[in-house]
């Protein structure tokens, strides 16, 4: 028993059909490359700020540590200050 062959219309639509699929892919490809692209850009521009508040926060905590050494400083200097006039009172009252 010989089989018959699809009408040649049929395979004409089916080709069509194929070629239409193929073109939503590459559109989806298309706009799936786009998205990595315009993503590669906004992540740039993060770090790029985020490089910036980094800057920024080394510049702050730098100067505080200035100002935690020098309120150190000058309370050293206080406390060494006031244990020489304790001693000096203590000697000169003569314990």
């Known amino acids: 028993m010989q ?12 080709f069509a059909r194929l070629d239409e699929r193929f073109d939503r892919v590459d ?3 298309i ?4 998205r990595i692209t315009e993503g590669g850009e906004q992540t740039s521009h993060r770090f790029d700020r985020v490089e ?3 800057k920024e926060l080394k510049k702050s ?11 150190h400083t000058t309370l050293m200097r206080t406390g ?3 244990a020489i006039v304790f001693a000096s009172a ?4 003569g314990f």
């Open 3 to 14: 089989t018959m062959a699809p009408p040649e219309d049929a395979l004409a639509e089916r």
């Open 27 to 29: 559109e989806r490809l």
């Open 31 to 34: 706009d799936v490359d786009r």
């Open 52 to 54: 910036g508040d980094i």
């Open 61 to 71: 905590v730098a100067a505080v540590h200035t100002s935690v050494l020098s309120l």
């Open 80 to 82: 060494v200050g006031l």
């Open 90 to 93: 203590l000697l000169v009252k």
